[in-house]
């Protein structure tokens, strides 16, 4: 009916299902409150061919230096995470985040510097402009410290709910979205991916 139609969004569906979209909605609490809105999105770097390498450049960079383990971090891409799931596919993430000292990485610095001229801010053939370093990965990601800790993480854009636990430490790319699994989460993730919730 045209009163359904209202300002807050228009929900095209049978009388029967709004009646339950409502009932579902009065008797929950968004997961939004029950995070304390503590959503985050994965890293975006800019570009991952130069900030995602696999094991075997993982462990050569460092063989060269062994100030590259401190910034190296296992990764999850979203086609890594699955309902239930994560599939790690032994991939790295070089995470030089916003105000880095380079040079306590040398062999970091060497491996990135042949990406120079595509990772450089706001230049034609370059990344994004913005106040950030060549070396350094794109979006200031502030809350780094979110990814080593217990998570429950979901894919950007899916047909199902892809609700897994993290329990690794993985930094994740910007395909994917995590809260901080620091309640019940065994209970919330079984919800999240329930039919219940698909259907909603």
Not at 127 to 136: A, D, L, M, T, V
Request: net charge positive; with cysteine; glycine share 8%.
């Amino acid at each position: 009916t045209q009163s359904k139609l209202t300002g807050d969004g228009w929900r095209l569906e049978s009388s029967a299902v709004l009646r339950l979209l409502d009932k579902l909605r009065s008797a929950g609490q968004p997961l939004g409150e029950y995070i304390n809105g503590r959503l985050y999105r994965g890293v975006t770097t800019g570009l991952n061919d130069a900030f995602v390498v696999d094991s075997v450049t993982k462990d050569r960079l460092i063989t060269e230096h062994k100030s590259s383990a401190d910034i190296l971090k296992p990764f999850l891409r979203g086609r890594d995470v699955q309902q239930w799931v994560v599939t790690p596919q032994d991939l790295w993430l070089i995470f030089t985040r916003r105000g880095v000292d380079i040079k306590k990485y040398p062999a970091i610095h060497e491996y990135l510097h042949q990406y120079k001229k595509q990772l450089m801010p706001g230049v034609p053939g370059g990344r994004k402009s913005g106040s950030y370093e060549w070396f350094e990965i794109q979006d200031n990601t502030e809350y780094w410290q979110e990814f080593e800790k217990p998570k429950i993480v979901s894919t950007k854009v899916s047909l199902r709910p892809t609700f897994a636990l993290d329990a690794n430490g993985c930094y994740l790319g910007n395909t994917t979205y995590f809260f901080p699994a620091d309640f019940d989460s065994s209970y919330l993730l079984a919800l999240l991916n329930s039919s219940v919730f698909h259907t909603y």
